[in-house]
T-cell receptor, first 113, second 113 residues
């Protein structure tokens, strides 16, 4: 069966520090991978998605970047965090498009102080 | 781009009551999905719908794919405290990206015991 791992679960970082959040998927090949941000426990904002190694689509220009160095690994990064980067970050994967839905990870709560 | 209008934004109900929520769009969708997000967790897929008029149940949950293909409904019968959470509708719009879901902004459900 397929599983998605996302870490860390919580993170407190000072303004101006770098960020690296990692997401890995097991039990499938060539998944579509997604990074979402959720502010204040409400709407889901798509940040990046990837349909293959090295292929990254950015949905919202901002202080973040994403990379996919391996088929089942998706990394969200920032060189210098801003207070506004605080939020709940969710990784997700899908198989063969979005029609079968996404499977989400358990999320990372990021607080920038 | 496609937008989903989800209502109500929040609901406060007593245990045992039935719940109804819906999503509407000006665009036609060929897939409708309903997710539930428990506090501090990632959303989990509840029900997937693929045909206009389709009615699908998952335990006490029932969802319908609207005949016009521009809306979907989720009903929860005999609510219990563990139904608390945020419910999201999502869909794949005709003519939209096959890789990306469009999400509603969520319905926050609170159940008073």
């Amino acid at each position: 069966s397929q599983t998605i791992h996302q870490w860390p679960a919580t993170l407190v970082q000072p303004v101006g520090s770098p960020l690296s959040l990692e997401c890995t998927v097991e039990g499938t090949s060539n998944p579509n991978l997604y990074w979402y941000r959720q502010a204040a426990g409400r709407g889901l904002q798509l940040l990046f998605y990837s349909v293959g190694i090295g292929q990254i689509s950015s949905e919202v220009p901002q202080n973040l970047s994403a990379s996919r160095p391996q088929d089942r690994q998706f990394i969200l990064s920032s060189k210098k965090l801003l207070l506004s980067d605080s939020g709940f970050y969710l990784c997700a994967w899908s198989f063969m498009g979005a029609s079968y839905g996404y499977t989400f990870g358990s999320g990372t709560r990021l607080t920038v102080v | 781009g496609q937008q989903l209008n989800q209502s109500p934004q929040s609901m406060f109900i007593q245990e045992g009551e039935d719940v109804s929520m819906n999503c509407t769009s000006s665009s036609i969708f060929n897939t409708w999905l309903w997710y539930k997000q428990d506090p501090g967790e990632g959303p989990v897929l509840l029900i997937a719908l693929y045909k206009a008029g389709e009615l699908t149940s998952n335990g006490r949950l029932t969802a319908q794919f609207g005949i016009t293909r521009k809306d979907s409904f989720l009903n929860i019968s005999a609510s219990i405290p563990s139904d608390v959470g945020i419910y999201f509708c999502a869909g794949v719009a005709v003519g939209g990206s096959n890789y990306k879901l469009t999400f509603g902004k969520g319905t926050l459900l609170t159940v008073n015991p």
